[in-house]
C-alpha cells in the first residue's frame, strides 16, 4: 500500500541564514591575522608552502568528486577541501619542501577524507592524519624548523627568489636560519638533564611565547592572534566553549600539577599553553565538528582526553608535540563519547526508561 | 512567576509585525462553503443530512462517531448541494468526504441550544456535553475534541488548567488579535474550563513578543479576580509546544508516552476558550475562526474571522491577492505547517493561518551531507540526537531509530530550520513513523491471512471428516439393516439351523 | 621439527574431533532458514506459485528450484526480502508491478456462482449461492487466483486505494510515484490560471491507466 503521492518536501518551510559554506568562511577568517603575520615573519617560502597545499588539496579534491561522480563544483565551492589544507599547512614546518606539502594534502584529502566517502563521513581528523602520516614517513624534513624573521634576529626573510629555491630547489635550509622549536629545545635540554626552569629560560623567552616570534610551524607561532580568532569563532557561534575549554584546561591543569609536583622535570602551564599546537588545535583542530562528538558533555571528554593524551605525550614520549595524535586517538573514541553521552530525553530517565508517575488517577 | 528552563529551542524571525496590527475583519460570506467530514482527531463524523436539504446555521450537518470524534454544523443557511470526495489541505491530496453548501445570503440561524445560565453552579458532565455538542475542538492545530479532554482530565486529578497562549510560529498572529480584541470571552471561557476540570490553578501563558496582548489579558484576568495568572514567556520557538510549555510554566515534566492529565495538568489554546465561552453562554457552535492570512507573497496580510469551508484563494483575495507567484502556500505556519496543493480547498477548523511565503523567506538549498557539527542536538527541546535517527533512517534502519526516540520527537522542526546542510531531518521522522506504522498493517494483514488460511483449512477438513462420518454411518446403517432383513427372512427359506 | 609435525597434528586431531562433537551435540533442530522464509511469506496457501502451499514455497527456495519472484502477492518487497535472506542476486527492475492490489468484483458481471469463494484460501469473499459476491479489502492480498475462476471475467486486481491513513510522507532524495487521478482531475477543473505555485509550470505526466473492471470506488463508500 504505497501511498506516496507527493513531491514537496514536508516542513519546516523556514530556515536559519546559516550553511555549511558560512561555517568554513567564517574559520578561515579566524585564521587570517595569523596566516597574514606568519606570512610576514617567515617570508616567501612559508607563502609558497601554503600556496602549494591549497592547490594541491583542491586538485585532489576534484579529482575525488569526479571519480565519486559528485557535482565537482558545488561541493568545492563549500571549502572544507581548502579549510583541511590550510590547517594542515600550519602544522608544517614553513621552509618543508613543496612535495611535502603536496604529498600531505593528497593523503589528507584522499585517504583522510575521500576513502570514508566524503564530507561528514571520515573518522580521523584528516589534517592531522596528513601531519602525522608526514612526521613517520618523513621525519627529517617535519623537523627542521626555522626561526622567524624581523625583531633582530635576521635582517629580513628571503626574498622571492631565495624563497622559491627554498621551496622548490630541494636543498634544504640553509643553516642560517634554522633553530629548533622551542619544545624540542626544551625536550632535548631536559634529556641532557638541565632543570625545565633552565630548559625553557633558555629556550625562549616568555613574551616570545605569545607573540609568536619563536621557532616552529605556521601553527605554534603567534599563539595571541590564533586565539583572537577563536574567540571570533566562539562570539560567531561557529564553535562552543566545550572542547577548547576542557583541551586547555586540561593541559594547563595537569602541567600546573606536575610543575608544582617536580618543577625540574615539567614546565609550566603558561609554558604548556602557549608552545606547542595547543591554541591552534583548541580553538580550529580539535573543534572540527565531523570528528568530535555531538553532545556538550561528549565534546567535554573529548577535549579533556585530548589535553591529557597531548600532555602525556610531550612529557614522557618521545616527541616534542603530541597533539596530533591526541587527536587521533580521541577521534577513534569519538564514536564511543557518542553512544555513552547522549542527552536525557525529555520525559524520560538518563537510561531511556520513562519517567514515573508521581501523581497517582 | 518562576519559569524552569526549557533547553534548546531556536529563535527564528518572527515577521508577525506584517499582521500584528490589523484588527480581525470577517471574510466576506462565500456563495459556497466547502465543509470536510473529518476536521478533528478521530473518527470522521456521519452526515445527518442529504442532498437537495436546506439547512439553518449552526445547524447539525454530521453527527459524530465514536468516543474520540466532533459533529460539524453548517457554517451559514443554505441548501446541502453535494455530499461527496473533495481535496483538502491534507497534504496528501487525498480526496475526503466533504458537504458543500450553497449559502443562500440569509444566514438565518438555527434554534441553538439554551444558553447555560450559571456555569459555575453546573455540573462537569453538563459543560463536557456542552462542549462536544457545540463541536469545540483545539484550535492551536492539533484539532483534538475538547470534549474528550475535558472528561479525561475531570476524571483523573487535575489542578492546573495551562492556557496557551504563546503563539510560536512566525507569521500567525490570529491568536494574538483575540487576545486584544476579545480579552473578556477567553477569560470567561478560561473560567468555565477550570470549573469544568476542577482546576484550582489557572496561568495564562504568552510570549513576550505579544506585549499589548499581555496587557489586555492582565487587566482582564484583574477584572475576576487573582485565581489567573498571566505569565510572559520567552519568544522562543516551540515554547507553545504543549510538553513544553508545561514543563516550562509548572516545572512538571510529563512522562514519555504520557498526557498532560497524567501529571495534572490540561492544556488548551486561548481560541478554544472563546470557543467554550460562546458555546455556554450563547450556544453557539464552533462554525467559524480567526485566521492570519499573511507572508511575503501577499498583499495585504489580514487577520480574517473565517467560516469554516471557505476557500484558500476566498482568504488570500480577501487579503489583497498575492503579489507574486508564492514560492510556497502552507496551511499553518512555517514550521509545522502543512503545503497547500490548490488554492480550492477549504479551510476547517485546525487551520490558524494561510501563508504565501516568497523565495527569500524560506531560504531552501540542496540537502548536503551531514557535517555532524551538533547544531540538531543542542537546538531539540526533546534532548534528542536527530542526526542519528536521520542517519538509521537513511539506511532503513527503522527499529534502531525508534530505540534511541523517534517516537518522542515532537516534529518541531527545530532541528531542520537550524541545520547548516539543510538536511530535511523533520521529514525523515515523518517518513519513518508512517512507514513504521504500514509495516505494523501490513503485518497484521500477514497475520490475519495465515489465521484465515488455517481456518480455512481446518474448516474444510472438519467437512470432509463429518461427510466421511456421515458416509460411514450411512454405510453402516444400510449394513446393519440388510443384516437385520436377512435375520428377518431367516426364520422363512433361509432358516438359520441354531434359530428358534 | 618432529615437535612441530607432531604437535600441529595432534592439534588438528584435537580440533577435529571438538567439532565433530559439536556437530553432533550443538546441531540445531530443523532448518531455521526454513522457518524464516515461512515467516516471511504470505501464509495464505493461494497457490498462486504452482506450489501446494508456502511451506512447500520456503523448501523449493530452499533448494534453488525456484526463483525469488515466486510469489506474487508479495511483490517486489517480497522478492527483495527473500533474494536477502537467502543471499541471491536481485534486480528489482525485474519484478513488474511493485503496487500492491487486491481483487475486486464487478456486481454487473456477478452470477452468484460461488466458484470465487470457493478458491479464496483465506475466505477473502463473502457472498452465497445466487446472492452478490463482494471482497473484504482488508483481507485480501491481491494473490489472483479468484480472477481466472470466474466465468464471466468479473473479478480483476485494482491497485489498492489510498486513504489518509495509510498515507505518510515519502523518504528524502526519491522521487514517489504520480498522485492518483482524483487529483489530477481536480487540479485541471479547479486550478486557476495566474496563480501558479511558484516558478514550476503545471504540466505533470498523466496518470497511469488503472486495471479496472467497474468504475473506481474507495474504501469507505456508502452504497
Known amino acids: 500500500m504505497t501511498a506516496e503521492t507527493i513531491t514537496e518536501p514536508s516542513g519546516p518551510y523556514a530556515h536559519a541564514d546559516w550553511s555549511v559554506r558560512q561555517i568554513m568562511l567564517r574559520v578561515m577568517a579566524a585564521l587570517v591575522p595569523a596566516t597574514v603575520f606568519n606570512a610576514w615573519v617567515f617570508g616567501w ?7 602549494v597545499t591549497v592547490a594541491a588539496a583542491l586538485i585532489a579534491e576534484a579529482i575525488c568528486l569526479w571519480l565519486a561522480g559528485r557535482p565537482v563544483g558545488a561541493s568545492l565551492a563549500d571549502g572544507s577541501a581548502a579549510l583541511t589544507a590550510w590547517l594542515l599547512a600550519f602544522s608544517l614546518p614553513p621552509y618543508a619542501p613543496w612535495w611535502i606539502g603536496m604529498v600531505g594534502a593528497v593523503i589528507a584529502i584522499v585517504i583522510g577524507k575521500h576513502i570514508f566517502g566524503g564530507l561528514g563521513q571520515n573518522l580521523f581528523n584528516p589534517a592531522m592524519v596528513a601531519r602525522v602520516a608526514l612526521l613517520i614517513s618523513f621525519p627529517v624534513p617535519m623537523t627542521l624548523y626555522v626561526l ?87 562570539w560567531a557561534r561557529v564553535i562552543t566553549w566545550h572542547v577548547p575549554v576542557a583541551l586547555a584546561g586540561s ?52 577535549g579533556a582526553g585530548c589535553g591529557l593524551l597531548s600532555w602525556v605525550i610531550r612529557s614522557f614520549a618521545g616527541y616534542p608535540e603530541g597533539l596530533a595524535f591526541a587527536i587521533l586517538l580521541m577521534n577513534a573514541a569519538t564514536p564511543l563519547i557518542d553512544r555513552g553521552m547522549r542527552p536525557r530525553v525529555h520525559g524520560r530517565t538518563r537510561h531511556g526508561r520513562p519517567l514515573t508517575l508521581e501523581r497517582l488517577r | 512567576m518562576k ?172 491568536d494574538d488579535r483575540i487576545m486584544r480584541e476579545r480579552a473578556g470571552e477567553i477569560i470567561d471561557g478560561v473560567r468555565i474550563m477550570a470549573h469544568a476540570l476542577g482546576a484550582t490553578r489557572i496561568v495564562i501563558a504568552i510570549e513576550r513578543n505579544k506585549p499589548q496582548a499581555l496587557d489586555t489579558m492582565t487587566r482582564a484576568a484583574d477584572t475576576v479576580g487573582p485565581e489567573i495568572l498571566i ?101 499553518g505556519g512555517p514550521m509545522m505547517g502543512q503545503p497547500l496543493h490548490s488554492l480550492v480547498v477549504p479551510v476547517v477548523k485546525g487551520t490558524s493561518g494561510i501563508l504565501a511565503l516568497a523565495a527569500s523567506e524560506i531560504r531552501t538549498a540542496p540537502e548536503q551531507g551531514c557535517i555532524r557539527c551538533g547544531t540538531c542536538v543542542s537546538v531539540c527541546p526533546c534532548g534528542l540526537v536527530p542526526m542519528e535517527m536521520a542517519a538509521l533512517i537513511r539506511h532503513e534502519k527503522l527499529e534502531q531509530a525508534v530505540a534511541v526516540g523517534l517516537h518522542d520527537c515532537v516534529a518541531c522542526g527545530s532541528c531542520a530550520y537550524a541545520c547548516p546542510s539543510h538536511i530535511p531531518l523533520v521529514q525523515y521522522f515523518h517518513y ?56 428377518a427372512h431367516g426364520d422363512g427359506p433361509v432358516g438359520s439351523a441354531a434359530g428358534s | 621439527m618432529l615437535t612441530a609435525i607432531l604437535s600441529l597434528t595432534l592439534l588438528g586431531a584435537g580440533f577435529g574431533l571438538l567439532l565433530r ?145 495509510t498515507w505518510h510522507w515519502h523518504k528524502p532524495g526519491r522521487t514517489p510515484p504520480p498522485p492518483p487521478a482524483d487529483f489530477w482531475h481536480w487540479r485541471r477543473l479547479r486550478f486557476r490560471p495566474g496563480h501558479t505555485l511558484g516558478n514550476r509550470p503545471i504540466n505533470h505526466p498523466p496518470p497511469p491507466a488503472l486495471l479496472r473492471a467497474q468504475p473506481q470506488t474507495h474504501a469507505g463508500d456508502r452504497p
Open chain 3, 21 to 165: 562433537l559439536s556437530a553432533r551435540w550443538l546441531a540445531v533442530e530443523g532448518n531455521p532458514l526454513q522457518t524464516e522464509l515461512e515467516a516471511l511469506l504470505p501464509g495464505s496457501q493461494c497457490g498462486q506459485c504452482g506450489l501446494a502451499g508456502c511451506r512447500q514455497a520456503a523448501e523449493a527456495l530452499i533448494e534453488g528450484t525456484v526463483p525469488v519472484t515466486v510469489c506474487p502477492p508479495g511483490g517486489r518487497a517480497l522478492a527483495q526480502t527473500l533474494a536477502e535472506t537467502l543471499g541471491v542476486p536481485f534486480d528489482p527492475a525485474a519484478v513488474a508491478d511493485p503496487e500492491p492490489r487486491i481483487a475486486m468484483i464487478n456486481e454487473a458481471a456477478c452470477l452468484g456462482c460461488m466458484r470465487c469463494i470457493q478458491k479464496c484460501s483465506i475466505d477473502a469473499i463473502v457472498g452465497a449461492n445466487k446472492q452478490m459476491h463482494t471482497v473484504l479489502n482488508e483481507v485480501c492480498n491481491g494473490c489472483g487466483s479468484c480472477v481466472a475462476e470466474c466465468p464471466t471475467g468479473g473479478i480483476a486486481l485494482v491497485a489498492v486505494p489510498q486513504s489518509v491513513e
Open chain 2, 3 to 174: 519559569l524552569f528552563r526549557i533547553r534548546g529551542g531556536v529563535d527564528v524571525a518572527h515577521r508577525k509585525e506584517l499582521s500584528s496590527e490589523e484588527p480581525i475583519m470577517p471574510l466576506p460570506l462565500p456563495s459556497r462553503l466547502y465543509v470536510p467530514l473529518r476536521q478533528h482527531g478521530g473518527a470522521p463524523a456521519e452526515p445527518v443530512v442529504s442532498v437537495g436539504d436546506r439547512v439553518l446555521k449552526g445547524q447539525l450537518l454530521a453527527a459524530p462517531q465514536g468516543s474520540v470524534s466532533a459533529p460539524v454544523h453548517a457554517p451559514t443557511s443554505g441548501e446541502i448541494l453535494n455530499i461527496g470526495r473533495q481535496i483538502t489541505a491534507h497534504p496528501s491530496a487525498i480526496p475526503q468526504p466533504t458537504i458543500v453548501l450553497e449559502s443562500d445570503g440569509c444566514e438565518e440561524w438555527v434554534d441553538l441550544p439554551p444558553p447555560i445560565r450559571d456555569p459555575f453552579a453546573a455540573s462537569a458532565a453538563s459543560l463536557a456535553t456542552r462542549v462536544a455538542d457545540c463541536g469545540i475542538v483545539g484550535l492551536g492545530g492539533a484539532a483534538f475534541p475538547t470534549a474528550v479532554k475535558l472528561d479525561a482530565a475531570a476524571r483523573g486529578t487535575v489542578d492546573t488548567l495551562v492556557i496557551n497562549g504563546a503563539e510560536c510560529e512566525p507569521y500567525l498572529t490570529c
Open chain 1, 148 to 234: 622567524p624573521t624581523g625583531f633582530g634576529l635576521l635582517a629580513a626573510p628571503p626574498g622571492f627568489l631565495d624563497g622559491l629555491v627554498i621551496t622548490f630547489g630541494g636543498q634544504g635550509i640553509p643553516d642560517a636560519l634554522s633553530a629548533a622549536t622551542a619544545l624540542s629545545a626544551v625536550q632535548t635540554q631536559l634529556g641532557l638533564g638541565q632543570p625545565a626552569t633552565v630548559a625553557v629560560a633558555s629556550a625562549v623567552a616568555p613574551w616570545r611565547m605569545a607573540a609568536g616570534t619563536m621557532a616552529g610551524s605556521l601553527g605554534e607561532t603567534s599563539a595571541l592572534l590564533l586565539a583572537a580568532g577563536g574567540v571570533y569563532l566562539l
Open chain 2, 432 to 487: 519513518a513513523k508512517g512507514r513504521l506504522k504500514q509495516l505494523g498493517h501490513e503485518q497484521r494483514r500477514r497475520d490475519l491471512a495465515r489465521r484465515l488460511a488455517a481456518s480455512r483449512a481446518e474448516r474444510l477438513e472438519r467437512i470432509a471428516r463429518a461427510k466421511r462420518e456421515a458416509v460411514a454411518a450411512r454405510k453402516a446403517a444400510a449394513a446393519a439393516k440388510k443384516v437385520a432383513e436377512a435375520q
Open chain 1, 45 to 51: 617560502p612559508a607563502v609558497f608552502l601554503f600556496a
Open chain 1, 251 to 302: 593541559m594547563a591543569l595537569l602541567s600546573g600539577l606536575a610543575n608544582a609536583i617536580d618543577p625540574a622535570r615539567f614546565p609550566g602551564a603558561d609554558f604548556t599553553l602557549l608552545t606547542g599546537a595547543t591554541v591552534l588545535g583548541a580553538f580550529f583542530i580539535a573543534t572540527d565538528p565531523v570528528t568530535s562528538p555531538v553532545t556538550r558533555g561528549g565534546q567535554l571528554v573529548f
Open chain 2, 231 to 331: 505569565v510572559a514567556i520567552p519568544a522562543r520557538y516551540p515554547m507553545g509546544s504543549e510538553r513544553h510549555l508545561v514543563l516550562l510554566v509548572t516545572g512538571r515534566e510529563i512522562p514519555a508516552r504520557r498526557l498532560p492529565a497524567d501529571v495534572g495538568v490540561s492544556v488548551h489554546n486561548v481560541a478554544t476558550a472563546r470557543a467554550v465561552h460562546r458555546a455556554v453562554r450563547v450556544g453557539e457552535p464552533l462554525i467559524s475562526r480567526v485566521m492570519t492570512v499573511s507572508g511575503g507573497a501577499v498583499r495585504r496580510p489580514r487577520n480574517l474571522e473565517v467560516p469554516i469551508g471557505a476557500l484558500v484563494c476566498e482568504l488570500l483575495d480577501a487579503a489583497g491577492g498575492t503579489t507574486e507567484a508564492p514560492a510556497r502556500l502552507l496551511a
